[in-house]
């Protein structure tokens, strides 16, 4: 089978840090295990110049130039990109096109015949916008909402990461004449190899960026709570601050409450990194006000840590609750609170709940599990 995957990736692969970016190399890696199968990635407007990439006997990297003219990506994807991609499309003959991302780049598609097109949606931009800042950066995310609202519905085939993104679509798309399939997102498959701790050492982990949305202040207050009750409890925060006010925020907070020996901030960290921090830390925790399916979670569940994150998005579809993890209502300080003390207080067996989140891990979120059920999606879509 040949496969067409179109995206952005960055010509540098270990510049990763997550997000969508992150998800297609770890398909890359599951795909390696499929070698009857033959993947090209198409990344559109993520580097200087064209080049191609074999990146594995099965796996090739297109890489398509950005277009400086005036109007950006919007109209690169329209015009310029648009006819590279179907010249593409005319030499190497796919079986299946697979767009990640509902986004702009799906105008490079159009007039194109539908039925062996799908596509996977990751955030959903309806929602993200929310949380934008700046003129700038909110016009871009409009016209990206717009895309979501009236031409992603367009299509035939999805691929959806979570019922929460499956209950998006059917909100907008007038007619439920598509086929579809809930995979979840893949993981690194490193992290699968870290060791699971038999016990609750006062070690939190929070991967990702630190703004608003993500809501790590949150944290840093059911911490505060239970300060005088918990002694030696620490967090590692991996990520990066987008957001200067907020940033002032947190460090004040922390400054006030005395938290600083508590708190260490380790900015960003490639996977090898992150995964040596996961070796010492016990649970994950995701405060977030809004998500659609955090690849954060998935991969501190195959590091066997157990999680505690906010009710928000497809994130309840990702661990079983009080069986691998717990929930909490976003921003709801009190139950947060709770959800820690049930660690450090001994309240759960910690080695049962760590396993269990790494046996979920294995079936929902391995590379290999993932791709099989995609390739098995391609061909019932073909067949019919």
Known sequence: MRILMLTSLPANLDSIKGGVDAVIVNLMNGFELFPDSHLMILSLAKSDHRKTVHHAQNITIEYLPRNRAFGGNLFDFLFYSRKIVREIIQKYKPDVIHVQGATPVLFCLRGLNRDNIVITQHGIMEEEIKYQKGVLRKLKFFIKKIVERYYFPAFKNYIFISRYNQRFLERIKRKADYKSALIFNPVNPAFFNVKPHRKFLKRIMYVGVINRRKNLLSLLHGLRLIKARVQGIKVDVVGGFRDASYQAEILQFIEINGMQ???????????????????????????SLQESLPVSIAEAMAAGRPVIASDVGGVAEMFTNEKSGFTFESNNIDELKGCLLKFCNGDTVYAELAENARLEAISKFHPKSVVKQTLDFYRRMLKN
Do not use: A, I, T
Request: aromatic share 14%; hydrophobic share 35%.
């Open 261 to 287: 020996n508590q708190v260490q901030f380790r900015g960003w960290k490639d996977q090898d990194e992150v995964l040596e921090l996961y070796k010492k830390s016990d649970v994950f925790v995701l405060p």
